[in-house]
């Protein structure tokens, strides 16, 4: 099972690392990774995917508390959040398969932000599962790189 865990950590030198290692040292393995700042300049939001049962995310929540750089855990659950996660590909686009690349990037609300002659570049936000369908529609024109950001999660609001 993924959790998305977000964790609020004072932006000082080395949190990341600190951070990473208590995963690496504890066996605990990250699917996904975004650090980025906010609105206190004093602070960062790390948005970390893991796999593994309940019991592992609690050792994992119990263990980034004692972290000193850390500042709040919280631990989404289904529906209680709102996540995205961004990524570009090129994919091979010929004269013949570009019109229909084209219609399904249409389809899915994906950007063409660079057009080459074999070849566009596009930009995709969504779901993980939006992702992975999209890609698998690609796949079959030839993906010649990707990218992905890793999945960024807000709570939902209660008002």
């Known amino acids: 099972m993924r959790h998305t865990i977000s964790i609020l950590v004072e932006n000082k030198t080395g949190a990341l690392a600190r951070i990473a290692g208590m995963f690496s040292g504890r066996g605990f393995n990250i699917d996904t990774l ?67 690349v084209m219609q399904i990037c249409d389809i899915f609300r994906a950007k063409i932000i660079d057009v080459q002659a074999e070849t566009l570049a596009i930009e995709l936000t969504g779901s993980d599962n939006k992702i992975r369908k999209f890609l698998a529609l690609m796949d079959r024109f030839g993906i010649k790189e990707l990218t992905r950001t890793g999945k960024v999660a807000l709570p939902r609001s209660n008002d």
Do not use: C, H, W
Request: aromatic share 2%; glycine share 2%; charged share 35%.
């Open 34 to 100: 975004n650090v980025g700042p906010t609105l206190d300049s004093s602070a960062s939001r790390m948005t970390i995917v893991v796999r593994g049962d309940d019991k592992v995310l609690e050792q994992v929540t119990k263990q980034l508390n004692k972290l000193v750089d850390v500042i709040d855990v919280q631990d989404f659950q289904d529906e209680e959040y709102v996540d995205r996660e961004l990524v570009l590909l090129r994919v091979t686009a010929t004269s013949k398969t570009r019109p229909e």
